[in-house]
Every structure is written in structure tokens, then in C-alpha cells.
């Protein structure tokens, strides 16, 4: 079974530029996730989808940050501008949805430089 | 927001001793999973737990949820180099809600 597909796997960027990452969830999962884990830390859930609606983007910078999930199933984060800050990697996961609690899935991820 | 604090942050022991990690929160969970992290990868699913009390045991990893449900502990027996990584606890506020907190991490070295 193929994993979590996420591209590129290596970004650098200058500040004030912009930057978009791809994500291809496994095949039938509902939930999509997307995490910024800076360097040591644990991951920040930056926004979850259940198919193509969003559950929670509580945590998620609106002002420069987007994410879109057309047709519920791949994905794409964007940011625009980036801040110096926002260098971190960025994971995306993905579990089956529904009642009652299921895997997460993770992506290699995509490691953000900005500089 | 749900916080889940780990302890300790850091740890570097010898092979063939034992350990214990700490995730605590002062909010309940439905559920809590432990993950591990290897560099260059995404987190993987070591055990989820769902019950007050629970204890699993997977080969020479330990798991337990706090009565509560607000804390739980990952112990492990004769530690291995290829027991090497970021541990991260995560856990889901209630039943049908899969947002997926995850706590601050500890990073676990195992010296040869």
C-alpha cells in the first residue's frame, strides 16, 4: 500500500517570497493533517480536513498561511509571505475518518529553509 | 488548546538499561498514542491506549494511561541502540474528534 506522498522533499526560500507544498494521502483516508514541527520540538497541528471540509485551522497563521483540500483528497499548504520563522519541516498525515479512533499516517515531510 | 508536556526532554543512557518517559496534561483524553520519529521520517504509530488504566506491552516497550486519562508513561526494558529517536506522545480530546495533539517530544539516545 503506498504511504503518504508529500513534495517538494526540500525548500529554501528567501524571506518575503512565497512557497506552496504538496500532499497525496493514502487511498480512502478522510482525515488529512498538516503539522509544522520546528527543529526538536513535537509537531503543530497547523489544520485538518475530514474530506474536503476543514475541522480545525484554530492554529493556523490566516494572515500568510492557506491550505486547500479540492476534491477531498490531495492537498496543498501554501505560505506567502514567509517569515524566518516559518523555517521548520512541514508533515502531512492522513488516517481512514470516521467513528471512533484510527492511525495517522505520515508523510516524509518537507523541510522549509528560509533565509 | 490541549497541552501535553513530556519529560524528560532529553535522554542518553547506556544499552541494556531501562527508562521511563512522562506525558502529562492537566486535560483529559479519549485516547493517547505514542509515535516515534527517526530523522529524515514521519512519526509512526507505536501503540494507541483508549482505557483509564490501560497498560500494553509491546516486546520491551511498556505503555500506560493514567486512570484520569491525562497522562500516560513509556517504559523501556534493556534499551537497544535502534531504540534511538524522538518520542512524541499525541492524544485526541474525545471520542469522534480526531484532532490529534501531540506533546513537546523526547529525544532518547542509546549509546552503544
Known amino acids: 500500500e503506498a504511504g503518504v506522498a508529500q513534495s517538494p522533499r526540500y525548500k529554501i526560500i528567501e524571506k518575503r517570497q512565497s512557497v506552496a507544498f504538496w500532499c497525496n494521502p493514502i487511498?480512502?483516508?478522510?482525515?488529512l493533517y498538516w503539522y509544522q514541527q520546528i527543529l526538536g520540538q513535537g509537531p503543530k497541528l497547523l489544520i485538518q480536513f475530514q474530506n474536503n471540509g476543514v475541522v480545525d485551522d484554530s492554529q493556523l497563521p490566516k494572515d500568510r498561511f492557506s491550505a486547500e483540500r479540492l476534491k477531498g483528497v490531495d492537498s496543498t499548504l501554501k505560505i506567502q509571505p514567509a517569515k524566518l520563522e516559518d523555517s521548520a519541516v512541514y508533515l502531512c498525515?492522513?488516517?481512514?475518518?470516521?467513528?471512533?479512533?484510527?492511525?495517522?499516517?505520515f508523510g516524509q515531510g518537507t523541510r522549509l529553509t528560509v533565509v | 488548546t490541549q497541552l501535553l508536556k513530556q519529560s524528560p526532554q532529553f535522554l542518553s543512557i547506556q544499552e541494556g538499561e531501562n527508562l521511563t518517559v512522562y506525558c502529562n496534561s492537566s486535560?483529559?483524553?479519549?485516547?493517547l498514542q505514542w509515535y516515534r520519529q527517526e530523522p529524515g521520517e514521519g512519526p509512526v504509530l507505536l501503540v494507541t491506549?483508549?482505557?483509564?488504566?490501560e497498560v500494553k506491552k509491546l516486546k520491551r516497550l511498556t505503555f500506560q494511561f493514567g486512570d484520569a486519562r491525562k497522562d500516560s508513561s513509556l517504559h523501556i526494558t534493556a534499551a537497544q541502540p535502534g531504540d534511538t529517536g524522538l518520542y512524541l506522545c499525541?492524544?485526541?480530546?474525545?471520542?469522534?474528534?480526531?484532532?490529534?495533539?501531540f506533546g513537546t517530544g523526547t529525544r532518547l539516545t542509546i549509546i552503544p
Open positions: 498525515a492522513s488516517s481512514l475518518g470516521g467513528v471512533g479512533w484510527t492511525e495517522a499516517f
Open positions: 491506549v483508549v482505557t483509564g488504566g
Open positions: 486535560s483529559v483524553f479519549s485516547s
Open positions: 487511498s480512502g483516508h478522510a482525515t
Open positions: 499525541a492524544g485526541t480530546p474525545n471520542f469522534g474528534n480526531e484532532k490529534l495533539t
